[in-house]
C-alpha cells in the first residue's frame, strides 16, 4: 500500500487527507497526520472513498438520443463531444448574440476563474454561479456599507465575539476547533440563532430568535448602544455618513420592540449590546449564506453590519478588518472582469448587483429568463456542476432546462439535472486531478493526482481549455496547456510548479501582498460619499423607481399579504447544514444517507402534540408552492412554530416548498430560511380521503 497526500474536495474547507492506495485504487482515507496527529476528517470527507468509486458517477462524454430528460445517451468521443459543443455554441452565438448562452458554475470554486475567462473570451456577460444564493448577497449589503469586500474577525485578537449564524461544527468542522480555543482564551461569545445547536450551547449568551428576524434584533442594539452613548462618536464623526437618519431610525427600536418582533428577551439584548460595544476589541461572526436567506435578508445584514461602524470596531485589530493574513497576488487571476458591452440577466431585476459592483450574473430567475425570454431569449446553458435541486422550485428549473436548444452538464453524478442535458461530460474528483491549492499563512501546495482518472473523465479546466482552442476564443492562458496555466496562477508568487512538485507538504509564496490595512486614514472609502454609509446613498439611487430605502430598514417577513397564514400557520426553514450532506450532492453515499434514510422534518413537541403528530410519524408538509413527505422528529432545539428541514434529499425535496417568486428584492435570494408551511401526519390525511370516498365513490387512490 503507498500512502499519498491529497485535499478534500468537497467543501471549500479543503482539508488535508492521507490516502491509501493499493493497485491503483484507493483502499482507505484518513485525515493527515503531522507529528504523530492526526487532524481529522469530517463525516463527508470520511466517507469520500463513495464519493471517488460511486456508482452514479459519469464515466465518459454521453450524448442524448431519446427524448430530453428521458436519461436515453450514448457514449461518444471526446473528439466528438468538443466537436459539438463548439459548434453549437458558435451557431447559437451568431443566430442570437453571444448573451443567449449562459455559463454556469455550481459550488465548487476551483475553475470558476477559467470559466469565467471563458465567457469573457465568448463575449457573454452571462458567467453566474451558485452564489446567486451564496455569499454575494452577503458582500453586496457589506459593500452597500463600507464600500469594499467582506471584512471577518481577527479572532486571534478578539475579546467578545458576536457569533451572528454559524454553526460551525456542523458547517465549517476545521473552524470548530478555533472556536475552543477562543473560549479557553476567555472570549465572551455571543451566539444569534433560532435554535440550539452544538455551537450556541457553548455561548455566553445565546439570542435564541424567530428566524429572519435579525434586522430588528441589530437595530435594537444599535438603539441601546446610541442611547446608553456607547458609540465610537470620534469614528462615526470622522468616518460615517448618514448617522444623524440613521440614529433617528433606530430611536424607535427599543429592547421591548425587537422582543416583540424577535422572540429574544429584552433584558440580554441590551446585555449583548453592551458587551459588543464595550468589552472591545470585537468581532461579529457571520455565515455567508443564512442571514441572506431571507426576503428581508439584504437589510437585516445591512443593520448587523452598521453595528461594526457603529462601536470603531471597523479594521482594528481584534475587530473585522482585512484579512491579517498575507494574501497571494495569484487571486488576481479570478478577478477578470466581467463582459460589459451587454445586458447580463438579472441586471434589470437587481440592479445594485451591477451598481456595487460583483463579478458576474444573478441567475436566480433563470428559469422564468428562458421559459419567458425575458429580457431576452436564453438558447443555451454550458455549466460545470449544475444541480436543480439548490433552487426554489427546482421543478421548474428542470423545465426550463429542458427547453433550452442545447444544455450541457459537466459533472461528477448522474443527478437528475445531468439526465436533462443534451450532453453530459464527465469532470473527475480532486483524487484523480493535479491542482495547485492556495493554503492559509500565504502557503500553497499542489494536490497530488492519486489515482488515475475513472473512465474517461477530465479535469475541468482541461474540458474548459480545450473547448476555447476549438471555438478558437483568444485568451493568453486558456490557449496554453494545464501546467503552463498552473504555473501561470503560481507565477505572481514567486513560485513554479517545479518548486511545488519537489516539496508536496507546501511552500510559503515569495512575494506575498500584506493586506491593506486602515486604509481611510489616507484615502476615502470606495462609496459614493467617501464615507461609511449607514445611509446608503448606492441604494438612493433607486428610492423613488424601485422602493429601495438607503437606510437599514426593518420588514417583517410575516406581514406577507398573499399568502393564507390560516392554510401555512408554521414558519418553514430549510437548509441549516448537518454534518452529514452537502446539498443535493451527498444523498448518494450509502455511509452517508444511511443516518437519515428519509428527510427529517423537525418540529417543537409543542406543535407536534397539537398536530397530533409523534416522533418517527410519516409526515406531509405543504407550502403555497408544493409539498414533500419526511418523517417527523420533534426537537426543543427551535421554537415552536417553526419547521427545519434539510434540502436537495431525493426522496423529500424541501426545496419544492419554496416558491421562486419569494425573493430579495434587493438581491433576489431566495426566502429559503422563513416561509410557510403546514404539516400533516400522512394516514390522518388517508383516512379523511377514505371518508370523503366513501360520500363520493372514489377512493382517491391515485393520489396517495
Ligand atoms: N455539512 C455541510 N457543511 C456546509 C454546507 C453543507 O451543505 N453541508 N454548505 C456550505 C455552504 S454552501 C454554506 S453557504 C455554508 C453555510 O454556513 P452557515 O450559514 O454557517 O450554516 P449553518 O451552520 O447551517 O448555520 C446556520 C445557522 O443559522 C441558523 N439560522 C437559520 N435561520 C436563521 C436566521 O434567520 N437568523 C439567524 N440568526 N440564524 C438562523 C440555523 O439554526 C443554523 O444553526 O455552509 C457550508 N458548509
Ligand atoms: N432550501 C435551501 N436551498 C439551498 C440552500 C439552503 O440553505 N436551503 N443553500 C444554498 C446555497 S448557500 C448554496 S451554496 C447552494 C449550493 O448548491 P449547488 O451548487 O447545487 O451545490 P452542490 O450540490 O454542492 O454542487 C453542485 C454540483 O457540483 C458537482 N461537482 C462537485 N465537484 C465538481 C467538480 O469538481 N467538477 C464539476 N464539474 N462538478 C462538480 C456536484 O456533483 C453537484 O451536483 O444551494 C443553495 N440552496
Ligand atoms: S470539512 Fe469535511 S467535507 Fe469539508 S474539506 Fe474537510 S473533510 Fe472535506
Ligand atoms: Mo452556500
Known sequence: MEKKQSFCGICSAGCPMDVYVEDGKVVEIEGHTENGKSRGLCAKGAASKQYLYNEERILFPMKRVGEKGSGQFERISWEEAYGLIAKKLSGIRKEYGAKSVVFYAGYPK???????????????????????????????????????GICFPDLPHTKTLLLWTSNLFHSNTPMGKMYRSLKKRGVTIIAVDPRSTVTTREA???????????????LAMAHVIIEEELYDKEFVDKYVYGFEEYKNYVSTFTPERACEITGADAELIRKAARLYACNKPSGIQFSVSTIVHHINGFQNYRAVFSLIALTGNYDVEGGNRAMPEPVSPCNEFGKVKRYDGEEAIGEKDFPIWFDLPCQEAQCTRIADYILEEEPYPVKAVFAMGLNHRMWPQPNELQRALGALDFYVNVELFWSESSRMADLVLPAC???????????????????????EPLGESKNDIEIIMELAKRIGLEDEVLSSDYESYMD??????????????????????????PPRIQTYREEPFHTKSGKIELYSLALDKYRESRGYEPLPVYHDFRDQRDVDREMYPLILSTGARKPQFFHARLYRLSWLSALETNPAVEIHP??????????????????????????AVSSINGNPGVVYIYHGNPKGEANNLIHRSYFDPYTGFPGYKSYFCNIEKLDQRERKRKEEAEVTGDDGANEI
Open 110 to 148: 476551483w475553475y470558476r476563474p477559467a470559466l469565467l475567462r471563458f465567457a469573457n473570451a465568448f463575449g457573454s456577460p452571462n458567467f453566474c454561479t451558485e452564489s446567486s444564493t451564496c455569499f454575494q448577497a452577503s458582500a453586496l449589503a457589506w459593500k452597500s456599507i463600507y464600500g469594499n
Open 204 to 218: 455566553d449568551i445565546h439570542l435564541k430568535i424567530t428566524p429572519g428576524t435579525d434586522g430588528a434584533l441589530a
Open 429 to 451: 474528483t480532486t483524487f484523480e486531478r493535479e491542482e495547485v491549492k492556495t493554503l492559509r499563512g500565504g502557503m500553497f501546495a499542489l494536490n497530488e493526482r492519486v489515482v
Open 488 to 513: 501561470y496562477i503560481l507565477k505572481p508568487s514567486g513560485l513554479t510548479l517545479q518548486d511545488l512538485r519537489e516539496h508536496p507538504q507546501g511552500m510559503k509564496g515569495k512575494v506575498l501582498i
Open 606 to 631: 409543542e406543535d407536534a402534540r397539537k398536530y397530533g403528530i409523534k416522533d418517527g410519524d410519516r409526515v406531509r408538509v405543504s407550502s403555497p408552492a408544493g409539498e414533500m413527505e419526511g418523517i
